[in-house]
């Protein structure tokens, strides 16, 4: 069984900084892209990044500059420095995870989620 957990939401006010982490467990034969998504109140959850090549990753046009997606393949975790937070930032922030259990496909995973909120 697969298991993507998150750590390191919280509050800050705006300015400041956060740093996601996200480990993925269980049985995973390989891994292709993993990345964040958030979902604020009464919103769709929407992509905020994604890292498939550690040399091209993706960003959300709002969060581009700001934040900063990187990957760890041998420890199978992906973080996410967000710094300079806006209000606007405020939302539950997702991990997910293109992976393969046993190489016979690719599904799609997602954690529980982690609460970030931006507040003076």
């Known amino acids: 069984q697969v298991q993507l957990v998150e750590s390191g939401g919280g509050s800050v006010q705006p300015g400041g900084s956060l740093r996601l982490s996200c480990a993925a467990s269980g049985r995973i034969f390989s891994i292709n892209s993993m990345g964040w998504y958030r979902q604020a109140p009464g919103k769709q959850r929407v992509l905020v990044a994604v890292i498939t090549d550690p040399t091209k990753p993706n960003y959300a046009d709002s969060v581009k500059d700001r934040f900063i997606i990187s990957r760890d393949n041998a420890k199978k975790m992906v973080y996410l420095q967000m710094n300079s937070l806006k209000p606007e930032d405020t939302a539950v922030y997702y991990c997910?995870?293109?992976?393969?259990?046993?190489?016979?496909?690719?599904?799609?995973?997602w954690g529980q989620g982690t609460q970030v909120t931006v507040s003076s």
């Open positions: 997910n995870a293109q992976l393969s259990p046993n190489g016979a496909g690719y599904f799609s995973y």
